[in-house]
């Protein structure tokens, strides 16, 4: 069997997605663009079970799979969703001397996010998670034409 696209390329995929997060997010380093992502994984990863957080980090590439699920407490109870501005909130306290997650973070996340994967399964699997689920991958008002996706 020939070894899958998603782990032949997964550092080709990581660069074109940290370079489209990090653009969205108006940040200048990828370290810093990293931290914004990492945070907004974790903010999301907190209101699913093991099983979501598991269907929903199978639809990621390769890379932002493994980002998802480090350093995860699995057994701590999901948390409620909150309104978007508590999420962010809780992602800017994410390693809070070395972030500098903006206030939109969630949507530029969100929207370099739709950017790297298949957004009709995406979609299919949000619908079936908690109520908020959908609405935390909203990237706000763009025009679909930028969610492409995109091959690198």
Request: cysteine-free.
């Amino acid at each position: 069997m020939p070894m899958p696209w998603a782990y032949r390329h997964a550092t080709k995929d990581w660069q074109a997605f940290l370079a489209d997060a990090k653009e969205f997010l108006g940040l200048e380093s990828d370290n810093a663009a990293y931290t914004a992502v990492d945070a907004v994984f974790r903010v999301f990863r907190r209101r699913l079970t093991p099983e979501q957080a598991i269907a929903f980090a199978n639809l990621l590439p390769a890379v932002p799979r493994a980002i998802f699920v480090q350093d995860w407490d699995i057994s701590a109870p999901p948390l409620p969703f909150a309104p978007r501005e508590a999420l962010t909130r809780e992602a800017q306290a994410v390693r809070p001397h070395h972030n500098l997650t903006p206030d939109h973070a969630i949507e530029a996340v969100a929207r370099a996010l739709r950017r790297h994967m298949h957004q009709a399964d995406l979609d299919r699997l949000l619908a079936r998670l908690p109520e908020g689920a959908a609405e935390f991958w909203d990237p706000g008002d763009v025009d679909p034409r930028e969610l492409e996706r995109r091959i690198t």
